[in-house]
């Protein structure tokens, strides 16, 4: 198995704008995308000055940027002004604000206005499916399943991703992500179920080199790292 081989679309999901422009050389990264609590890890102090700076520096491929806002009414406004900072740009919205309020009722609003939706941290079918519907009659937009989190309760996302995809199939203008994947193998499952795009972190990136590696290798790899730690370290009995 190898990366080019793959269908599903990878796009890099972080803030820090050096790794962006470095990772948009890369032809296999398809598109990009952000949160809050990613641009506050990367120091991001100015929210619409780093998009902007992002936008300019990658001006060929989408890139989401989420509101923040925790009223409904407020989060319709931003999603427009960050929907008029680039052609490419979609808008990340919560499937709920903090108080479980849900966004759904937006999204018909949004798409009628030419926004393109990202609706984020979707876990279950219900949500999915609410969010397919209103956005029926979009622009291109995302639906993005936190399989990596419905994972960590120890539930399987494959059969859930699978479903999510037979919901949104009359509707082929929306594209299914799995988001917060956990290890490489989410990315070959992801493309085995048919899921259009799976995001994923710097630090997973930077695991691909090993996709279809040959296992014996791996193994004298990795007893050769344990060797020279013990050395480096000067360990001795």
């Given at each position: 198995?190898?990366?080019?081989?793959l269908?599903?679309k990878?796009?890099?999901?972080?803030a820090?704008?050096p790794?962006?422009?470095?990772?948009?050389?890369n032809?296999?990264?398809r598109?990009?995308?952000?949160?809050?609590?990613?641009?506050?890890?990367a120091?991001?102090?100015d929210?619409?000055?780093?998009?902007?700076?992002?936008?300019?520096?990658?001006?060929?491929?989408?890139?989401?940027?989420?509101v923040?806002?925790?009223?409904?009414?407020?989060?319709?406004?931003?999603?427009?002004?960050?929907?008029?900072?680039?052609?490419?740009?979609y808008?990340k919205?919560p499937i709920?604000?903090?108080?479980?309020?849900?966004?759904?009722?937006l999204?018909p609003?949004?798409?009628?206005a030419?926004?393109?939706?990202?609706?984020?941290?979707?876990?279950?079918?219900?949500?999915l499916?609410?969010?397919?519907a209103?956005l029926?009659?979009a622009?291109?937009?995302?639906?993005?399943?936190?399989?990596?989190r419905?994972?960590?309760?120890?539930?399987?996302p494959?059969?859930?991703?699978?479903?999510?995809l037979?919901i949104m199939?009359?509707?082929?203008?929306?594209?299914?992500?799995?988001?917060?994947?956990r290890?490489?193998?989410?990315?070959?499952?992801?493309?085995a179920?048919?899921?259009?795009?799976?995001?994923?972190?710097?630090?997973?990136?930077?695991?691909?080199?090993?996709?279809?590696?040959?296992?014996?290798?791996?193994?004298?790899e990795?007893?050769?790292?344990?060797?020279n730690?013990?050395?480096?370290?000067?360990?001795?009995?």
């Open positions: 198995m190898t990366l080019p081989s269908r599903i990878l796009f890099a999901d972080g820090d704008l790794g962006m422009i470095e990772a948009a050389r032809p296999a990264i598109g990009f995308t952000t949160n809050p609590t990613l641009m506050r890890k120091g991001v102090t929210y619409e000055a780093f998009a902007r700076a992002a936008i300019a520096a990658i001006p060929d491929r989408p890139i989401s940027f989420e923040f806002s925790d009223e409904l009414e407020e989060m319709e406004e931003q999603a427009r002004r960050i929907a008029g900072w680039g052609r490419d740009v808008v919205l709920t604000n903090t108080r479980g309020q849900s966004i759904i009722p999204l609003r949004l798409g009628a030419g926004v393109k939706c990202n609706v984020t941290a979707i876990m279950t079918l219900d949500q499916q609410a969010a397919s209103a029926a009659g622009p291109p937009c995302c639906l993005s399943i936190f399989a990596g419905i994972a960590d309760t120890g539930i399987d494959v059969p859930v991703m699978r479903r999510a037979e199939a009359p509707h082929p203008h929306q594209e299914l992500i799995w988001a917060s994947p290890e490489v193998l989410n990315l070959i499952q992801a493309d179920v048919g899921c259009h795009i799976i995001t994923m972190t710097s630090d997973l990136l930077a695991k691909l080199g090993s996709l279809g590696k040959n296992l014996d290798r791996f193994s004298l990795t007893v050769q790292m344990f060797r730690d013990a050395v480096a370290a000067g360990y001795s009995l």
